[in-house]
C-alpha cells in the first residue's frame, strides 16, 4: 500500500491518534502549522473532495471535524480546510480535512 494515509489507517505508519468513528479517523498533522493542527481522513481511499461521492461519509467528516475542535477545546474559533488536487495545494493524495486552531489565524492559511 502506497498511501501514507491508507497506512495510517491500516495501523502500519504511525500517528498521534485523536478522534475515530466508524468510516473516519483523526490524527496529529506531522508539521503542524499552529498549537492545534489535526487531520481528518476517511478510512477508506478517497482522492480528494473532488471524488467525494458519499454524502454519509461527507457528514461524518464533519462531524468528526466539530469533535476534534471541542476535543482540543477550540472554543475560541477554529478553521477547516481542504485542499484540493493541484491547484488547490494538495499534497497527500487521500482527502483529508485540516482542522487548525489555538492561535489566532491569519486570513490565510498555508501557500
Ligand atoms: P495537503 O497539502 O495535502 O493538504 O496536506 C498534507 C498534510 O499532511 C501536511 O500538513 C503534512 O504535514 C501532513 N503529512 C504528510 N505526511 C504525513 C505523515 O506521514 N503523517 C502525518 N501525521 N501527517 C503527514
Ligand atoms: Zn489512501
Known amino acids: 500500500m502506497e498511501c501514507i494515509f491508507c497506512r495510517i489507517v491500516a495501523g502500519e505508519a504511525?500517528?498521534?491518534?485523536?478522534?475515530e468513528s466508524e468510516?473516519?479517523?483523526?490524527?496529529?498533522?506531522?508539521h503542524p502549522q499552529a498549537p492545534?493542527?489535526?487531520l481528518v481522513v476517511p478510512k477508506r481511499h478517497v482522492d480528494s473532495l473532488f471524488e467525494l461521492d458519499d454524502?454519509?461519509?461527507a457528514g461524518e467528516l464533519l462531524?468528526?471535524?466539530?469533535?476534534?475542535?471541542?476535543?482540543r477545546s477550540l472554543a475560541r474559533g477554529f478553521r477547516v480546510i481542504t485542499?484540493?488536487?493541484r491547484d488547490g495545494g494538495q499534497?497527500?493524495?487521500h482527502l483529508h480535512l485540516h482542522v487548525v486552531?489555538?492561535?489566532r489565524l491569519g486570513r490565510m492559511l498555508g501557500s
Open 55 to 57: 454524502k454519509t461519509l
Open 14 to 19: 504511525p500517528a498521534r491518534r485523536v478522534f
Open 63 to 71: 462531524f468528526a471535524a466539530a469533535e476534534v475542535a471541542r476535543l
Open 101 to 103: 486552531g489555538g492561535r
Open 36 to 38: 492545534v493542527h489535526v
Open 91 to 93: 499534497e497527500v493524495e
Open 83 to 85: 485542499n484540493a488536487r
Open 23 to 30: 468510516h473516519v479517523l483523526a490524527f496529529e498533522d506531522i
